[in-house]
Structure formats: C-alpha cells, structure tokens
C-alpha cells in the first residue's frame, strides 16, 4: 500500500527503511534496506566532468525512516559553468548575464568561444550581450580573478540570471563552484530547457526571492545541499519533468509562500525533513505522478489545495498531531482507496475530499465527530464507500451537523 503520510516507525519492507543515494542529475546510486539504528553504506561517488564530490547532503548513519541522499559537488577548477545550445531558432546571441558579487572582486567571464573574455568588478553587475560566430554547444565559465569573494546568479536590479527571456532556452545544465553561494529572485525561472544544476555545497536559497526554478519544464531532478533552512515560494512551480528532489535534514519549513511544486507533473515521492511544522497553500497541486509523501510527525496543520489532483495518490494516513483538514486538501484524487484520520481532528473544511470517487473507506477514531463545515467535503463519494467511525459514536456522527448527509455511509467498527 502506498501511504502520503507514514508513521516515522513504519518501513517500507521487511527488510528495512528504504535509503537511496542519489545524483545531482537523478541517478539511483544505491538502493539498500536498512534496520532501524543502522547505518547505511555510502556507495563511491561517480566521476563527472568538471566536478569533484564533495559530500551528501543527508545523514545515512542511525537510519530510523526513509531516506534520500544526494550527492553534492564543487567543481573542480573553482569555476561556474553555464552550459548553452544554440542553433537557427535560439539564435546565436545571449543577451545580458546578471551576476551580484558580495564586494569589488573581479569577476570574469569566458564565454566559451575563445573571443575576449569580459570582467568586471562591480557589486551587482550585468555584463553584455555576446555573439557567437556559429552555432553549437558552449560553456560559459565564470571565476573571481582578481580577489576573493563570492556571488548569486542573477541580480537585484535585472533578477534572473539573463536578462530577456528569449536567452533562457538555451541554457541545458549549470555546475556551480563554491563561489556561488546563494540565489537571486528568479534565478534560473522560464528556463525552460534546462535539465541539469549541480549546487555547490555553499550554495544556500535566498528566503526573500521566489521562483528560483520557476518553468524549468526540463529540470530532471534537484538535490539542496545541507544547511539550507527554507525552501522559496514557487521554488519548482511548472518544472513538469522533475522526478527527484532531495531535500536535507536541515530544511525547516516550506512557509515562504505557495506552490513550492505546483504542476510538477512527474515528481513521483518526496521525502519531507523531520523538522517542518505548516505548509501553505498549494504546494503539491496538480501533481499528478505523486504516490507517496514521508512526512514528519511535527506538521500540525495543512493550507488549501495541498494534494489537489494528485492523482496517483492510493492511501492517506494523516501524521499525528495534524487536527484540521483545511479547504481542497485532498479534492480530486482520483485513484485514492483509503482514508485514515488520526485521533485528534478537530474540523474538515469545505470541499477537503470532494470528488474522490474511488475511495472505499475513511476510518475516523476519535469519538467526537469533527466539525464539518460543508456537506460538500465528501461530495462525489462513491456508492460503496463507508465512513468507518467508532461504534459507540454512530449515532453521534450521523446526526452530527453536515454529517447527516452522509448518515447511509457510515458503519461502526
């Protein structure tokens, strides 16, 4: 059975907890199943181009639940690498490359094609377009040359890392060096075809931007290296081909904003820190391949339309600690079969599982019904589901308010 929410304590297997070592571009490196306390074994890191390995990003000692584990790299020469494709549609121009630099360092960009390198030693800086003679495959490189310092690709005054959307296509994959510390607002959004990023093991997201990976419709898979706290609004919002994120221990709470995955139509499971609490509207809206969610016990509350249309969704235990249902939580997910409420749930908002025609049971503990706030928090249940509810509250449930229009699907156990 494949949970959204699962007890820390329960494995996926007889064997163990699940621990996977994954690549910065999605690659399963490992699979293994290990017993609670134990520890996992690090499979040797790949070889890249470029990179060289510099840690994983999760803990794989004391394995008490399911784990990701991405590796991380810095490149190998301290450059940034922006690896770019042109042709007769894209064009052969790239329009303006938009860097903030945390002091007057030199900073300088080789754009791959053996033409004049440009620099530049300002703090928020925007170099010119450049022209290529042919098209092809380059590597833009960046590196602090003269001094020391780091910088964010993009910018405060021009935001993404280039300037006109029209550029953003051809950029395919970026290596960052550990002079690359943080994101700007929309970093990387609109590019579209964009299916690689390694993050350097500085890199941290900046909570007061948003959309860092906004429309990257290529983007394979993500691994946050460990330290980072927050995740930004909109941080994967349309990256329809993401199938992997790994997000570390360190993570906190996905309160900055909304729609942290929205449409990320191939993001099939997701494991969630033990430390996050509240999640905002939205974030897994219309996630449509999404089957299983580890979610720590400490959330204790939803915002709307969190799971809506997730359609590959088959089973819900709700964590403990969670004591309201908000509006459209769990609204149209059309393959779910089973529903089970922990003890504690206070209220069920309007619309919460509506439409869920496949549902053929929601199992409530508590003895007092929660409040319901509309009849249509159900509405679309299917002919043979049942409302499994304790016994001695039967009769309590079905002339409950906006629980009555439901008093012909309830049973007790």
């Known amino acids: 059975m494949t949970y959204l929410v699962k007890p820390a304590s329960a494995n996926t297997s007889t064997n163990g907890f699940k621990v996977r070592f994954i690549d910065y571009d999605g690659t399963i490196l490992s699979t293994q199943y290990v017993t609670s306390g134990n520890n996992a074994v690090a499979p040797t890191p790949p070889t890249h181009s470029n990179l060289t390995f510099y840690g994983w990003n999760n803990s794989y000692t004391n394995i008490t639940r399911d784990a990701d584990i991405g590796a991380v790299y810095n490149t190998t020469d301290g450059k940034t ?40 030693a300002s703090d928020d800086v925007t170099f010119p377009s450049h022209t290529y003679s ?30 006109q959307s029209s550029t953003n296509y051809i950029l395919t994959s970026v290596l960052c060096s550990n002079e690359v510390t943080s994101s700007a607002n929309r970093t990387f959004q609109l590019c579209a075809s964009l299916m690689y990023v390694s993050l350097s093991s500085t ?38 081909a993401l199938r992997i994120i790994v997000l570390p221990s360190t993570l906190i709470d996905l309160n900055y904003g ?15 820190p033990l430390n996050l609490t509240i999640f905002f ?67 069920i908002a309007a619309g919460s599982f509506q439409n869920n ?11 007092t019904p929660p409040t319901l706030a509309n009849i249509s928090a159900f509405s679309g249940i299917g002919g043979l589901c049942q409302i499994r509810v304790p016994a001695a509250s039967l009769t309590a449930y079905k002339t409950a308010t906006n629980w009555s229009t439901y008093a012909n699907y309830m049973v007790g156990y």
């Open 81 to 120: 690498y922006l690896n770019v494709t042109l042709n007769s549609i894209t064009g052969l121009s790239i329009s303006a490359l938009n860097v903030n630099k945390s002091n007057n360092a030199t900073l300088t960009v080789d754009w791959g094609d053996g033409n004049t390198n440009t620099s530049s």
């Open 134 to 163: 042919v098209a092809g495959n380059y590597s833009i490189t960046l590196k602090i040359t003269t001094g020391t310092g780091t910088y964010q690709l993009g910018n405060v005054t021009n935001n993404g890392i280039f300037s």
């Open 203 to 240: 890199f941290i997201l900046n909570t007061v931007d948003l959309r860092t990976f906004y429309n990257c419709h290529s983007i394979k898979a993500i691994i946050i290296p460990s330290g980072n706290l927050h995740l930004p609004d909109s941080f994967c919002y349309q990256c329809y």
């Open 258 to 272: 909304n729609s942290h995955f929205y449409n990320c139509y191939s993001l099939v499971s997701i494991i969630l």
């Open 281 to 347: 509207n939205s974030i897994f809206y219309n996630c449509y391949s999404l089957q299983s969610v580890l979610m720590p016990t400490s959330v204790t509350s939803f915002g709307n339309s969190i799971f809506y249309f997730c359609y590959s969704l088959l089973a819900i235990l709700l964590p403990i600690g969670i004591t309201s249902i908000a509006a459209n939580t769990f609204s149209g997910c059309g393959s779910l079969i089973s529903v089970e409420f922990q003890y504690g749930i206070a209220s």
């Open 357 to 367: 025609y496949s549902v053929l049971s929601y199992t409530f503990h508590d003895s």
